[in-house]
């Protein structure tokens, strides 16, 4: 019983542009860190190198843009080597993994964003991670608005930040459909507010769940 309680869990974070996703990752890593847990550290697309190298073309600006097909299929391989090689084993060895991004980010962009339909997605993920899910899901959510205009004042964009706001309203309403499905997984924090009061919620939800946790 006390094994399956402590079981390592997987966190991953989500959200559209301009949500301050880096800030708050390295808030939720210090915050678990200091729990004590061990822990991984990682991103999608990447966390490999073959990943890695997936997200240098995924994101390039450069040359044709690849199809929305071929885009889910190139998450998808990155992902494939990602939970196989680096998730997966660590959770193994009781550590807990922080990811940047998951399955919830296909469904929101190549699904909601793209148009590809759901079930090909879910059919995906269970070919490819059939035992690996995540425990907890983080939402930064904001008005696409908002957050197009944080990403754009931040300089240079990639190839998905150059999306029209469209594209961006339904990548948020599929993140807020798949809360919906599943609202035991999902924490929805409002980052359309000033840096302290998000880290603020964050705090909160963190020393909930985490004593929850661990308990
Ligand atoms: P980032 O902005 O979190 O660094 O992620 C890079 C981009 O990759 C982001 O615009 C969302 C996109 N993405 C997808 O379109 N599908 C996916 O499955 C993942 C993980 C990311």
Redesign the pocket.
């Known amino acids: 019983m006390q094994a399956v309680m402590n079981a390592p869990k997987f966190i991953t974070v989500e959200?559209?542009?301009g949500v301050g996703?880096?800030t708050q990752l390295r808030l939720i890593e210090a915050r678990l860190r200091a729990e004590g847990v061990p822990l991984q550290v990682t991103?999608?697309?990447?966390g490999t190198s073959l990943g890695e190298q997936l997200?240098h073309l995924?994101?390039q600006k450069e040359g044709l843009a690849p199809t929305p097909m071929a885009?889910?299929l190139m998450?998808?391989a990155?992902?494939a080597q990602h939970v196989n090689t680096v998730i997966a084993p660590a959770l193994a060895r009781g550590e807990w993994v922080l990811c940047?991004?998951?399955?919830?980010?296909?469904?929101?962009?190549?699904g909601f964003?793209?148009g590809i339909p759901l079930e090909s997605i879910q059919q995906l993920a269970e070919l490819v991670h059939p035992q690996t899910n995540p425990d907890l899901t983080i939402l930064l959510d904001v008005d696409p608005e908002i957050g197009l205009e944080r990403a754009r004042a931040r300089g240079e964009l990639?190839?998905?930040?150059r999306e029209a706001l469209p594209f961006f309203e339904a990548?948020r309403e599929g993140y807020l459909k798949r809360v919906k499905l599943e609202p035991h997984r999902w924490r929805v924090i409002d980052a359309s507010v000033d840096l302290q009061q998000v880290e603020q919620q964050l705090e909160t939800l963190l020393t909930e769940w985490v004593a929850g946790a661990i308990a």
Do not use: C, H, I, W
């Open positions: 959200g559209g542009e996703k880096t991103r999608e697309p990447g997200r995924l994101l885009e889910l998450v998808f990155a992902r940047d991004r998951f399955t919830d980010a296909s469904f929101a962009y190549q964003g793209r990639d190839r998905f930040e990548v």
